[in-house]
């Protein structure tokens, strides 16, 4: 199975769920799609992976970057000052068709400890929430998902952001692009028909 259909899976009940709360993405002009391709440090939707690796190694050379856990598919940021603590960014992107298509983050503060409970992340999410609300707009808005508990999200043109504790010491934002998320879906709906059509 393409690992594309992975990620709708993982996908698909989320996205029933807020059709209902704000489906404005469906109906968003071209230029509310251009103003809200942005990520951070540069990063954005859409971003072609040749260009994504050229920033991120230009970022290294700046020292503001390095490779973290995981070998070549974790880049990370360290937040010094931003924070009350210390805090890792970690993030890399699924491409499709070489292309940034989703971007998935964590943040963690670098003092977790599983006995540290200040550090631990359900402290850290409503930092990390207030400084998105200042990054990206203050109107997040928080449903309850069947598996991820309560998640605080926000849909910009074709950019939703969702932000949820991922365990006791994770705090996972996950950036997607949701033009490109919508003709994955029509792809895997078209799929799943032409496997329902009997042949002769």
Not at 71 to 94: A, H, K, L, Q, W
Not at 139 to 156: A, S
Request: a negative charge; hydrophobic letters at 35%.
């Amino acid at each position: 199975m393409p690992r594309y259909l992975t990620i709708l899976f993982s996908s698909l009940i989320f996205i029933i769920l807020i059709q209902g709360c704000d489906s404005s993405f469906f109906n968003s002009s071209e230029d509310d799609i251009s103003e809200t391709d942005s990520l951070f440090l540069g990063f954005y939707l859409g971003m072609p992976q040749k260009d994504f690796f050229d920033l991120c190694t230009e970022l290294n050379k700046q020292q503001k970057i390095t490779q973290g856990p995981g070998g070549s598919t974790n880049v990370e940021y360290r937040i010094v000052d931003e924070y009350d603590s210390e805090i890792s960014m970690r993030f890399f992107p699924t491409f499709i068709d070489e292309k940034v298509f989703e971007m998935p983050v964590i943040y963690s503060y670098v003092a977790w400890a599983p006995w540290n409970k200040q550090y631990w992340a359900e402290n850290l999410l409503p930092k990390v929430l207030e400084k998105y609300k200042m990054t990206y707009g203050d109107d997040f808005q928080l449903i309850n998902h069947p598996t991820q508990g309560k998640v605080y999200y926000k849909i910009d043109g074709k950019r939703r952001i969702n932000l949820f504790v991922k365990d006791e010491q994770f705090v996972q934002a996950v950036f997607t692009d949701l033009k490109v998320e919508k003709r994955l879906n029509e792809e895997f709906e078209n799929s799943q028909s032409q496997e329902q059509i009997p042949s002769n």
